[in-house]
Nanobody, 127 residues
Framework: VKLVESGGGLVQPGGSLKLSCAAS????????VGWFRQAPGKEREGVSC????????YYAGSVKGRFTISRDNAKNTLDLQMDSLKPEDTAVYYC?????????????????????WGQGTQVTVSS
């Protein structure tokens, strides 16, 4: 099982980036998949995921309306389109398989149970 992220970089506030994750050794469309991020000194934060049980997409409240997750089953890749980026989005972003994908009762925090993840890609939002 291998996940390789790409597409990170430096972008100005308000800008966009598209992250991609190439999977090998397994098929993405049979498992829960998603993205989490980790900023220096902070805990991991689930950003978005696609549930294996219902096929629905979920977003953290902090990114809802700005980020879009998508999966290309033919290419076995997972993408994260990030628009209207803010400095607080700065973090290392990881592609992951997950046993769980749903919201906590606050409807803003994602519950994910990370299984495999890649090496991460740095996203820096700064002017």
């Amino acid at each position: 099982v291998k996940l390789v992220e790409s597409g990170g970089g430096l972008v100005q506030p308000g800008g966009s980036l598209k992250l991609s994750c190439a999977a090998s050794g397994f098929t993405l469309d049979y498992v829960g998949v998603g993205w989490f991020r980790q900023a220096p000194g902070k805990e991991r934060e689930g950003v978005s995921c696609i549930s294996a049980s219902d096929g629905l997409t979920y977003y953290a409240g902090s990114v809802k309306g700005r980020f879009t997750i998508s999966r290309d089953n033919a290419k076995n890749t997972l993408d994260l389109q990030m628009d209207s980026l803010k400095p607080e989005d700065t973090a290392v972003y990881y592609c992951t398989t997950t046993f769980d994908c749903r919201h906590q009762s606050d409807r803003a925090t994602l519950l994910m149970e990370y299984d495999y993840w890649g090496q991460g890609t740095q996203v820096t939002v700064s002017s």
